[in-house]
């Protein structure tokens, strides 16, 4: 078992920027990948990005160059610096960590980018 518990949402105005936090706990040895994904109000939960243990990473097309994924393995812990953030970046954003093929998830943290 896994818990993923998810901080640093909040409202922010167009353009600026966010620090989401997960931290994670319990069977935490052995997962393999972590990520970021987010679900916006009538729309389906969607990929932002994921890191995998050995370092590799994958971005959604719509945040590259704005957000940035990081990932502690000391500590557990996995993070998503969100520059530039734009209206249509609002939506509950949930941690995913993946252990021996079983998905575990946080409870989300909302973003608000509005003026």
């Known amino acids: 078992q896994v818990q993923l518990v998810e901080a640093g949402g909040g409202l922010v105005q167009p353009g600026g920027s966010l620090r989401l936090s997960c931290a994670a706990s319990g069977s935490i040895l052995g997962i393999h990948s972590m990520g970021w994904y987010r679900q916006a109000p009538g729309k389906e939960r969607e990929l932002v990005a994921n890191?995998?243990?050995?370092?590799?990473?994958n971005y959604q097309d719509s945040v590259k160059g704005r957000f940035t994924i990081s990932r502690d393995n000391a500590k557990m812990s996995m993070y998503l610096q969100m520059n530039s953030l734009k209206p249509e970046d609002t939506a509950v954003y949930y941690c995913?960590?993946?252990?021996?093929?079983?998905?575990?998830w946080g409870k989300g943290t909302l973003v608000t980018v509005s003026s």
């Open positions: 995913n960590a993946v252990l021996l093929g079983t998905s575990y």
């Open positions: 890191i995998a243990r050995g370092g590799s990473i």
